[in-house]
């Protein structure tokens, strides 16, 4: 698979301050643990850059005029369970999140269209994403926005912390998808 184009957009907000969307750059990887709450992804995060670079996974950042990070979304293209992304039709949607200050304006939504643009220049059809099951604003944006559920997972994964510890995180999700075209 090739490296990312260089693709960028920009959302303006109800109060006219404009926010750009690009790809992530490696000088980024900090800002992803948000002033330290995500400071348990950080091996997390590098590998998914790795794997960006690689273009397998798809990061998008959202930044504001004063150039600080305040949203990001990741897009795994390809995943060694097929069903979940499988490098050609079937992509998956994760840590999507946006700082509290910049939500219920529309960002969300639009970064969520601009991503599934992405994926249908690269040929993708479908895009898969869990919900937790206690995120019920989450659910019905997904859902404004065509997704549906599919079915339930039991969201039971593990990671290794920026201690090296192994974690295991259990959140109950929805399992959702859209078909893009
Ligand atoms: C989920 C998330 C990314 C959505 O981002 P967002 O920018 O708030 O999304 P939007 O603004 O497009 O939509 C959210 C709400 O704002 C409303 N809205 C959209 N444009 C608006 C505007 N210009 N003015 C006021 N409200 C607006 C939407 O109608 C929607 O309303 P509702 O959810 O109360 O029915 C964000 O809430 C978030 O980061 N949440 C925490 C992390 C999370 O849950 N991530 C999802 C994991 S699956």
Do not use: C
């Not at 690009?22 to 995500?38: C, K, S």
């Not at 996974?57 to 990741?74: D, K, P």
């Not at 926005?145 to 990671?159: F, K, L, T």
């Amino acid at each position: 698979m090739s490296s990312q184009p260089a693709v960028a957009s920009a959302y303006q907000l109800p109060d006219g301050e404009e926010i750009l969307i690009r790809p992530i750059r490696e000088a980024d990887l900090p800002a992803l643990e948000w002033e330290g709450e995500y400071r348990h992804f950080r091996k997390l995060y590098a590998e998914h850059f790795e794997a960006f670079r690689a273009g397998t996974t798809l990061i998008y950042i959202a930044e504001s005029s004063a150039g600080v990070m305040i949203g990001q979304v990741f897009i795994l293209l390809y995943s060694r369970d097929k069903e979940v992304a499988d490098g050609l039709h079937r992509a998956y949607l994760f840590s999507f999140r946006i700082k509290p200050a910049y939500r219920n304006q529309g960002l969300g939504s639009y970064m969520l269209k601009f991503v599934e643009d992405q994926l249908l220049l690269r040929g993708y059809t479908t895009v898969r994403l869990n919900v937790a099951q206690d995120n019920p604003k989450a659910r019905a944006l997904y859902e404004r926005n065509g997704y549906e559920v599919i079915g339930y997972s039991s969201g039971v994964w593990q990671y290794q912390d920026d201690q090296g510890v192994w974690q295991t995180m259990r959140e109950p999700a929805w399992k959702m998808s859209k078909r893009l075209r």
